[in-house]
Every structure is written in C-alpha cells, then in structure tokens.
C-alpha cells in the first residue's frame, strides 16, 4: 500500500469512527427533540417512534404554562428569570474576583504568597459534601436561607480552581508590559484593568463559561437553599414535571428540557473557539 | 514601586479569596470536625458526644453499602471516563472535514444539566419502553432490566457519566494540540506505527493532564449525586444506587443529624485525601514533566 492509500484509508476509518460514535452520542439528544414534539399518545410507544405522526410545536408554549391537578402550576418563567439572575451574579462575581486574586498570585510579591497558593491548590481536593453542613448553619444563621444569596455571595469570594487557572495565564504575559504600564505612571489597578485583562479575554472567557454552566446546572446548592416553589431555579424546577404516580408529561417535560438546554449550547457554539483556545493557553494542561 | 506597597497591594487583591478561604473553607473543615463529634441538628445546639458518631458509621450496614456503592462507581466510571475522554480526544485531535463540528457534538453533554441528564435517561435505559432496550431487542439482544436489577442499576450511573466525558476531553484536546510536532516527525523517521507514537510520545507528554483529570474525575465520583438523586430515588433498586453523598444528604436535611452527616464528610474526605496521596505516589514515576 502506498502512503497515499494508507493515509486515504485513515480518513476514510476516521470519518466512519466519528459517525458511529457521534450517532452514540447524538441519539439521546435527538431522542429529546423527538419527544418534545410528540403528541403525548406517542412518547412511550414501543419499539419507539423517532418520527412523530404530526410534529407538535404547541408542546413548547404548554410546557411553560403547564399546569396538573397533582402539582399545580410549574412556572418554568419565573425558573428561568431566577436561574438567570444567580447566573448573571455568579458569572460577574467569579470573573472579577478571580480574576483580581489570580493577579495578586501571578505578579505581585508579597510575603506567603507561594505558601497561600500552594494552601489554595490543595483545597480543590476537599469535597464539597464535607463544607455542607457548617456552611448550611452559617447562612441559617445568616438568615439567608431560602434567598438566592447562598447560591450567589460565595462566587464573589473566588475560586480555587479558576484562580489556578487564571493564575498560569497572566504568568505567560510578558512582565515587561506591565512594567512599561507603570513607568508612563499607571497605577497597579490600572495595569491590571488596562494591560493584563485585555490581554487574558480568552482566559476570563473560561471561567466565565465554567461558571455559566456550573450555574445554570446546579442543583444540590438550590436543593439545599431554596424552600419555596417560587424561588426554584430551572434544574429544580424541572424535577417538577416528574411525579412518583406515573402520568409524568413526558413531551412537556422533555420541551421543558429542551428549553433549559438551549441557552448552554448558544453559549457555547459562540464561544468555542474562544473557549477551546483559552484552555489551550492556560494552566489546566 | 517600593517592596513594602506592592506587599500591601499585593495582599489588597488577594483579599477577597484570602476572606472567601476563611468564612467558606477553613471555617466550615474545622466547624465539620466539631460537629461530628457532636449530636446536632439545625434546631438544637451541637451537643459533645465524642466518637460516637464515627462508632455508630462502623456498624451502620447503610453507610457500609453507600460506601462500597461509592467505590464501585469510582472504579467503573472514572478508568471508562479517561479512556473515553483520550480516545475521543485523540480522534478530534486528527485534521479531518468538520472536525469542529464533532468537537460540539461531543461536548454537548457536558452542557446538560444534571437534573436533564438523570430525566433522560431514566428514558434511554427503561426496561419496557426505553431507547437502548428497543434498539438491543432489534439486535436480538435480550437486554437487561437496567434500572430495576441492582447489579445493572450501577451500571447504567457509570455509562452516563462516560457519556458525559466531554470536559475532560477538551483539556485533553487543548494538551494533545501542545505536543510538538517535531516529536512525531522524529518517531516516524524511527519507524514509529501509531501505537508507539501514542504509547511513547502521546501518552507522556499529556501525562500531568493525565494526572489532573483522574485526581478530578476521583474527587468528583466521590461526589455523585444529582443524577442518581434523579433516577433513582432512594437509591433504588434495593439501595443499589444509594452513595455517599446520598446518605450525607438524608442525614443532614431529611433525618435532621447533622453530625451524623458531619462524620460521614470526613470519611469521605480521608477517603479522598488517601486516593489522592496513592494517586500521586504511583504516577510520580509514570509522570512526565517539560523543564521550562
């Protein structure tokens, strides 16, 4: 065979491998369109119908507006609105702070710095179920449970695996571009805010992102803090649609779904290659 | 700029984590210690019972079988999940047509809510009517009852969370468009077939990702939750699905033993720490670092 045809076969091997595993991984999201524009009489067919008899687009609209005799009205607006406020608070919180700290890790001196990074590194390994109860009774006691203020005031404290992050990032901007910031007179804040954070946009993009879906996904922080069915955010709410009875509407909770899924993936297809290039050029590898 | 003010400066910016350490983090590990030395819950005040709590977890058959449910998941889903994520990154990682667009495609997973994920496939993998069992049944392949048969019931958990591989396959991504070219060219004048490029440049160049992600793949298999909260409630089939997490939950918010539940968390986070320690033992020979 010569180098030609073996590399012709490759391409060819390559391309069949993406699509069956592709289709793997594509069949459960498809599956979910399916299901979410199915009449109900067609979502628990076996074997199952992939393509509905009429495609029902009302499904959409119902899904908002559901309301059973078992669970009363699941306001999936008022989700969303409540999801997109702790997002949109979490998401300028973690940028900022992180951003800041990881500044103060990567380019200022100060004494116990190397130590206090070393100190934050080894915090990633403490789980998270570990924190749970003491930080329950201090926001208890705060007053603050069953406001969105547990799910959102920690993200203004930082993080410590964005900080890693972000830290490895200023590390590879030249420090004679700071410097130069500083001999036409600029403060450390305005270097930072002029110099270093421009610079760092595809970094900022990826905590910005992480913390977007690390939001919007959450759901033991909810579960834990919010009490009333007001307050719930999307990935709570969803489970709403579930009941322990049967009856569950299934197109409505998979147009639901749908609904919730959308706004990650826009995200992300805009922001991928951003994305992709920003943890190229950081510290996570 | 004097030493003495890019300290103070210094010191200026990092307060925000250095207070966010304190009232989040180091708090919380000293208070968790108290309370699980202590009977507690949110409506009285902790009372000192000494190790009781750690006496009781001893002989508590449902934190033993949380916890091997909990090891169980780890040892299936997180070697599944590396391969899975290395794989699929070194076949994205080839220059082929629309390349971006299975990059998407297999990331999307990872975009899911957990909560989705667990309401989806409570519909993938249903015994009766689910996707999976239809298209198995089409192969004449007589398919498992997965969600209700305990040993399947796991099984189904750690297939999902191979699915979603998608995040550790993008940092893998991101170290495999690192290696140097010039390494390959150089093995392939060696006469190097495409096992040995990966086994003797691939592999050891992206070996502290390697590191990075099954020391975070751990932590957080250590962790699950949501889905499983999801699909099966209770832990259900027969306490199967039941995890360590689970059982710290019901105790703190369900069952109102709060230092319980505190005692739970520490086993959990020695647990943690020893994997982790062993992790970075065993690898200190296999991990390769670029002096730079």
């Known amino acids: ?285 | 700029m004097n030493r003495r003010r890019e300290a103070r400066v210094g010191i200026l910016f990092a307060l925000p984590w250095i207070l966010g350490f304190g009232i989040f983090l180091l708090y919380p590990i000293l208070a968790s210690l108290y309370y699980s030395f202590t009977n507690y819950s949110i409506l009285r005040a902790p009372k000192w019972i000494g190790v009781s709590n750690y006496q009781e977890l001893v002989g508590d058959k449902v934190f033993i079988q949380s916890m091997g449910n909990t090891l169980y998941y780890l040892i299936g889903a997180v070697p599944l999940g590396s391969v899975g994520a290395i794989g699929l990154a070194m076949l994205l990682n080839t220059k082929v047509k629309g390349i971006a667009f299975y990059r998407t495609l297999f990331y999307l997973p990872s975009l899911v809510p957990m909560v989705a994920l667990g309401t989806l496939f409570m519909w993938v993998f249903n015994g009766d009517y689910g996707l999976l069992n239809s298209v198995l049944r089409e192969m004449h392949i007589s398919p498992p009852n997965w969600m209700g048969d305990p040993s399947w019931a796991k099984w189904t958990l750690i297939m999902i969370s191979t699915w979603g591989c998608g995040q550790a396959m993008v940092i893998y991504l991101a170290a495999l468009q690192d290696v140097p070219v010039s390494l390959y060219e150089a093995a392939e004048l060696d006469g190097a077939r495409l096992w040995q490029k990966t086994r003797n440049v691939t592999l050891p160049m992206i070996s502290p990702v390697i590191l990075f992600n099954v020391l975070m793949g751990m932590i957080g298999a250590l962790q699950v939750f949501a889905v499983p909260y999801v699909m099966f409630p209770g832990g259900a089939p027969a306490r199967s699905t039941y995890f360590f997490t689970s059982y710290l939950y019901d105790n703190a918010f369900q069952y109102q033993r709060m230092g319980y539940a505190s005692a739970i968390g520490w086993v959990m986070f020695v647990i943690t720490l020893t994997l982790t320690l062993i992790s970075l033992k065993v690898s200190d020979r296999h991990v390769h670092y670029e002096r730079s």
């Open chain 1, 1 to 285: 065979m010569t180098n030609t045809q073996r590399r012709t076969l490759q391409t060819i091997l390559t391309h069949f491998v993406l699509i069956v595993l592709g289709l793997i991984f594509a069949a459960p999201f498809l599956w979910v369109i399916s299901t979410a524009v199915k009449p109900i009489g067609e979502t628990m067919t076996s074997p199952p119908k992939w393509i509905p008899s009429e495609i029902k687009l009302s499904n959409f609209p119902d899904a908002i507006t559901y309301n059973s005799k078992e669970l009363g009205y699941i306001p999936l607006l008022v989700y969303a609105r409540n999801t997109i406020v702790v997002t949109i608070l979490c998401v300028c919180g973690a940028v900022a702070s992180n951003a800041i700290v990881a500044y103060s890790f990567a380019r200022l001196k100060w004494r116990g710095r190397d130590t206090f990074f070393a100190i934050t590194l080894a915090t990633m390994m403490i789980p998270f179920p570990v924190l749970m109860v003491p930080t329950f009774s201090l926001f208890k006691a705060l007053g603050w449970v069953g406001t969105f203020r547990p799910l959102w005031v920690p993200a203004f404290f930082g993080g410590a695996f964005n900080i890693f992050l972000l830290r490895q990032f200023f590390k590879t901007i030249p420090s004679e571009l700071s410097e130069a910031a500083k001999i036409d007179g600029a403060s450390e804040i305005r270097t930072f805010t002029s110099v270093v954070v421009p610079l760092a946009r595809p970094a900022l993009t990826v905590v910005a992102i992480f913390t977007f879906m690390g939001t919007w996904n959450d759901f033991l922080g909810p579960l834990i803090y919010l009490v009333d069915q007001k307050t719930f955010t999307l990935s709570l709410g969803l489970q709403a649609y579930q009941t322990q009875h049967g009856g569950t509407p299934w197109n409505l909770l998979m147009a639901a779904t749908l609904l919730v899924i959308l706004p990650l993936v826009i995200v992300f297809f805009f922001a991928q290659k951003v994305f992709i290039q920003g943890i190229a050029t950081s510290g996570i590898k």
